[in-house]
Nanobody, 110 residues
Framework: VQLVESGGGLVQPGGSLRLSCAAS????????MSWYRQAPGKGREWVAI???????NYADSVKGRFTMSRDNDKNTVYLQMNNLKPEDTAVYYC?????WGQGTQVTVSS
């Protein structure tokens, strides 16, 4: 099983990024998928979850700014992040069932 995140980078406050998580040997369609993040010196924090039926929930800290979606045909989930803040700086991880991706760095700074 492989979950591979991409799309991270450096963005100014107020900017946007879209993260992708492409799955191999794992079926996104039938699994809950989640995004987590880990800021420097802090523990891993849950960000968003999408059920196999497409229902999504978000941490209060990102609600209204982040949107999680999935493309089952591409076996990929996404995290659209808008109005980014410096406190969103972290390594973002995709999780499917018990499997984790390697993470992608998001840095929000002017």
């Amino acid at each position: 099983v492989q979950l591979v995140e991409s799309g991270g980078g450096l963005v100014q406050p107020g900017g946007s990024l879209r993260l992708s998580c492409a799955a191999s040997d794992f079926t996104v369609r039938t699994n809950f998928m989640s995004w987590y993040r880990q800021a420097p010196g802090k523990g891993r924090e849950w960000v968003a979850i999408s059920s196999s039926g497409g229902t999504t929930n978000y941490a209060d800290s990102v609600k209204g700014r982040f949107t999680m979606s999935r493309d089952n045909d591409k076996n990929t989930v996404y995290l659209q992040m808008n109005n980014l803040k410096p406190e969103d700086t972290a390594v973002y991880y995709c999780k499917g069932f018990v499997f984790w991706g390697q993470g992608t760095q998001v840095t929000v700074s002017s």
